[in-house]
């Protein structure tokens, strides 16, 4: 489920998503100044929410505890209404009808926030604006009113399985997320069976995605983005794809697409027009974490050891929710993300952002930050100097760390 393939492209055509290889967001100029508890150094104009709710689940996910400014600034970035945007560069400003939030950044952020625990009103708002915006199909597209996409409606039911919420209760014209889900899978006959579409074609047809394809096996069996590791199942074995229209089935039918399609080398391809397919790590990664979910953990750790041989340069540059989707099929498979082919995750995710708190010590909310603290938290920092003493302005001070690039 790529915001961290689509997002880019998804916002710069600003009504549609579409399950396609990144666009790099460019690199800010020496002129630009982010947050410094934003994780990454590239324009979060498109990502900056997806990618922040990445790094935190996983560093929640193998026991990190997030900085406390980093959460704080995904919190500010909500609107009134609840839903998020992917980046609102001053977070004091009221959301309009200019501000382009959707419900993959919202999605995320509420699994993030969650995990984390102490932010039941911001989650429930947000969960609340995405039962508003659900499509009559009973799914969602990446903006509100747009049709419903296997991806987007996959990551909402992940946020409503994290909320506590039942998915195949949240009905809209009588219709569950389940449904929509359904409508996108594919038949049974054909090299593509089984497999999920991103959305039907301009002819109506449905097409096979692999991207699709692993978040659609997520959602149907009502997972988020971190599936704990578990045994290959009864159910895993031999499956061959039926065209029972059940989510169960549906999952099953999309594990056993996955597994042929990742069989030959390891890994999925993406297609880049006029060249050869090039590896796919984001969506092998995905994969890997679906495979899991279902119990299919053969050829998913087969390819998370793919991964661990040759992820590291599309990691080290794609940032933040990079590490996050390897940190995630690490976990899946029950592999050490500190020693993923010799390289630690976790402290690379770590060293794209503010440093987390240390184990065992408490650290207090920061103080005005670039530009994501408005007066009160001048204020707040004022009136903790004054009866605090003096020995807490070191430790607001040992945080003024920069963000690395």
């Given amino acids: 489920m790529n915001v961290r393939s689509s997002a880019a492209v ?81 977070p004091t400003a009221a959301c309009d009808a200019k501000t382009m939030v959707d419900t993959n950044q919202t999605a995320a952020a509420v699994q993030a926030l969650t995990a984390l625990g102490g932010h039941d009103a911001v989650t429930g708002k947000a969960v609340s604006w995405l039962k508003k915006v659900q499509n009559k199909d009973g799914g969602w597209g990446y903006t509100p009113g747009g049709a419903s996409d296997t991806n987007s409606t996959s990551v909402v039911i992940g946020a409503l399985i994290a909320a506590g919420e039942k998915p195949q209760q949240v009905e809209k014209g009588g219709k569950s997320p389940y449904d929509a889900l359904l409508t ?13 579409a991103f959305q039907p074609d301009e002819k109506g047809e449905l097409v096979a995605n692999a991207d699709a394809t692993a978040a659609g096996v997520l959602g149907a069996l009502g997972k988020g983005m971190v599936v704990k590791p578990g045994e290959q199942t009864e159910a895993a074995k031999g499956q061959a794809c039926e065209d029972e229209k059940t989510p169960q089935q549906a999952a099953a039918n999309g594990t056993a697409y996955l597994t042929k399609a990742l069989a030959k080398n390891g890994h999925l391809t993406s297609p880049t027009p006029g060249s050869d397919p090039q590896p796919d790590y984001g969506n092998t990664a995905d994969a890997v974490v679906a495979l899991a979910a279902h119990g299919d953990t053969g050829q998913a750790a087969k390819s998370l050891r793919w991964l661990e041989k040759n992820s590291a340069p599309w990691a080290s540059q794609n940032g933040p929710a990079a590490y996050a989707q390897l940190i995630f099929a690490a976990h899946a498979t029950g592999t050490n993300p500190r020693d993923f082919g010799g390289t630690d995750l976790v402290k690379q995710l770590n060293a794209t952002g503010p440093a987390p708190q240390t184990a065992g010590k408490t650290r207090a909310v920061d103080e005005k930050s670039d530009s994501d603290s408005g007066v009160f938290g001048v204020w707040w920092y004022v009136g903790v100097c004054l009866v605090a003493g003096v020995g807490i302005g070191f430790l607001f001070s040992s945080r003024r760390k920069r963000q690395q690039p």
Avoid at 68 to 87: E, I, M, N, T
Avoid at 184 to 196: E, P, Q, S, Y
């Fill in 184 to 196: 996108l899978a594919l038949g049974c006959d054909g090299d593509d069976a089984g497999a999920f």
């Fill in 10 to 90: 998804l916002a710069a055509v600003a009504v549609i998503g579409a399950a396609t290889p990144a666009i790099a967001a460019p690199s800010p100029s020496p002129s630009q100044a982010f947050p410094s508890a934003l994780y990454g150094g590239k324009d979060p104009k498109f990502d900056g929410v997806w990618r922040q709710s990445l790094a935190l689940l996983a560093q929640h996910t193998v026991g990190v505890k997030p900085a406390a400014k980093s959460v704080q600034w995904l919190v500010r970035q909500q609107c009134a209404d609840g839903s998020f945007a992917p980046y609102r560069a001053d």
